[in-house]
């Protein structure tokens, strides 16, 4: 199959779930095309990029906005100068210049430049055009109704798409792509939910969980190391992580367990005032903010980790998790896991089994848990086991790839035969 994938930044070191689907279709001889607003400017890559030659298969659309003409006389002749040097484009192009059907958009040529970029990019048609996040599929769509695009358009929702986006833009947002989508592909049965209340055909929904590779994770049953207990956070510093609520819990465990360590990976913009939390509390000798770490730095960590903190929250402005792939690699490596009932965490990590659970914002119940974790560590074996297993039955980047492109293939067919095929799911906590 010919499959493109609409993206908003790439290469991103923090998305290697879309990493993760696009090397493993190629890997089963499938042709892809990435199509990226902008590059993500990073200090690194990761290897598999640079080992499948993704780049080569990247095209950046120029943001439109800077092409459309300030004067409006100026752009009318210039569109229409444009519209006859793409005599083979003209379709698309002229449609999209439909003041009945898409009013101001295309009064103000905006429309016209965002087609035009992407035709020149050559897109040409595929049999999949497969959008992550919500906003990547309203384009799709929107070259869809065009004509712009030809091909099965599927979206899959991850978290701030259904959630601070829908609060700041409106329930409305999706209206046109559920209609003109074919498949949508939510990360957890929580956003399934919300999709069905926003008005998303149910029978066009499949719940499609992003997954891990278990040949790259080293399975450990963790053991006390000479009375030291070393926590670990890997997440980008923004509240919906709640690396605060997770300082604020270690200090007052490591208060009465000073074997404590807690090392945090990742860097963003509370960085500066999660620092300034971690000197109120006079902590600074037992929790350390690591800043950006690679990959491999990242695997070193958790293999040297006895238990991995997720505190996630629901931010000021609504914004919610997915389900964390920083989960699933710990879980995958035997860490026993501390996390919250947040979105679709609690459809990874069970409570009590691979782990504990606390509430949002309860810095009490984190502690607790913690607690418990850090005085009775003949528990990290077992739940580590748990983990791993569960990761290897619901979560395996092979499994869920392979399922993928039997989704693919269903969808394909005519008429579609969505409801012959199902994923097992696992078992509500």
């Known amino acids: 199959m010919k499959i493109a994938f609409f993206v908003t930044e790439f290469p991103t070191l923090s998305q290697t779930f879309v990493l993760n689907q696009i090397t493993g279709l190629i ?26 030659d993704l780049l080569r298969r990247t095209t950046y659309h120029r943001p439109f906005h800077q092409t459309v ?20 484009q003209q379709r698309p192009l002229l449609k999209s210049l439909n003041l009945f059907e898409f009013g101001p958009e295309a009064a103000s040529l905006s429309l016209f430049y965002r ?10 048609q595929y049999d999949i055009v497969h959008c992550h996040f919500g906003p990547n599929g309203n ?49 957890s049965r929580r956003w399934q939910e919300t999709l069905i209340q926003l008005g998303c055909p149910p029978e066009k929904i499949v719940v499609h969980r992003m997954g891990v590779d278990l040949n790259k994770f080293l399975f450990t049953p963790r053991q006390p190391d000479r009375g030291q207990v070393r926590l670990l956070t890997v997440a980008r510093l923004v509240e919906k992580k709640g690396v605060a609520d997770g300082i604020r819990a270690v200090a007052r465990v490591a208060a009465k367990h000073p074997q404590l360590t807690y090392h945090i990976a990742g860097d963003g913009p509370l960085r500066g005032e999660l620092q300034d939390l971690i000197d109120e509390l006079e902590a600074g000798h037992r929790i350390k903010l690591l800043g950006w770490q690679p990959q491999e730095k990242i695997i070193e960590l958790m293999q040297q980790a006895h238990i991995l903190v997720a505190p996630s929250v629901t931010s ?17 490596q035997g860490l026993p896991v501390l996390s919250t009932h947040h979105s679709g965490i609690p459809e990874l990590v069970q409570d009590g089994q691979s782990g504990f ?31 791993r297993d569960y990761v290897a039955n619901y979560y395996n980047i092979e499994t869920l790839n392979d399922k993928l492109v039997l989704l693919y ?3 394909c067919l005519e008429p579609p035969q969505l409801t012959s095929f199902s994923i097992p799911t696992p078992i509500s906590n």
């Open 115 to 124: 087609t035009l970029a992407f035709l020149e990019s050559g897109l040409p």
């Open 409 to 411: 293939q269903k969808l």
């Open 27 to 52: 890997d089963r001889g499938h042709e892809v095309a990435i199509y990226a607003r902008d590059p993500d400017h990073q200090p690194a890559v990761h290897a598999d990029v640079e080992r499948y």
């Open 357 to 387: 659970l606390a509430a949002e914002h309860d810095i009490d119940g984190l502690a607790e848990k913690l607690t418990r974790l850090v005085e009775q560590p003949q528990l990290w074996p077992a739940m580590g086991q748990a983990g």
């Open 316 to 332: 000021a402005d609504g914004d919610q998790e997915g389900i964390p792939i920083v989960l699933m690699e710990a879980m995958a």
């Open 69 to 88: 003409p300030r004067n409006k006389a100026t752009g009318l002749l210039k569109t229409a100068n444009l519209l006859l040097t793409h005599r083979d």
């Open 139 to 187: 384009l799709g769509a929107l070259l869809k109704q065009l004509g712009a695009i030809r091909g099965k358009l599927v979206t899959t929702f991850h978290g701030y798409d259904l959630t601070s986006l829908i609060k700041q833009a409106g329930p409305e947002q999706y209206n046109s792509l559920f209609k003109l989508g074919d498949l949508f592909l939510p990360i």
